[in-house]
């Protein structure tokens, strides 16, 4: 091979490396660029993560601070009922022994109107009663 041939080749093979290194160079800095992204994308995410347990965190402790007012509510509620019961339980009897008198109330009404009917059959069939004249 001669010099210039050499040369030649040589300086074709200089272009070639430098394409190549150009493309590397390119690639590297997308690379950068998407690394960069990618990090800001999930520091982002990270943030939203954590301001979402935040939220929900809060949220779980105020349910705890209702909850335990509800359960003292509760409580109280069941004393309350507890302390009706007897109340409640004399309301009901005394409906029992109204409904009781209401029923024997009705049936002292019918013996009544049948002896009063009975008492007058045997008066008007068995008395004889005159006016004066």
Sequence with gaps: MSDEATQSALREMARVIGGLESTVKSLEATWRTQEQSASSGRREL????????????????????????????????????????????????????????????????????????????IITNFVDIHFKR
Excluded: C, F
Aim: hydrophobic share 45%; glycine share 12%.
């Design 46 to 121: 990270h943030q939203k993560v954590e301001a979402l347990r935040s939220e929900v965190s809060a949220k779980v402790d105020g349910m705890r601070g209702e909850l335990t007012v509800m359960g003292g509510q509760l409580s109280t509620a069941i004393k309350e009922i507890a302390e009706m019961k007897p109340t409640v339980d004399a309301v009901e009897n005394v409906q029992v022994q109204a409904t009781g008198v209401r029923n024997a109330g009705r049936w002292l009404y019918w013996i009544a109107v049948l002896l009063s009917g009975g008492v007058g059959w």
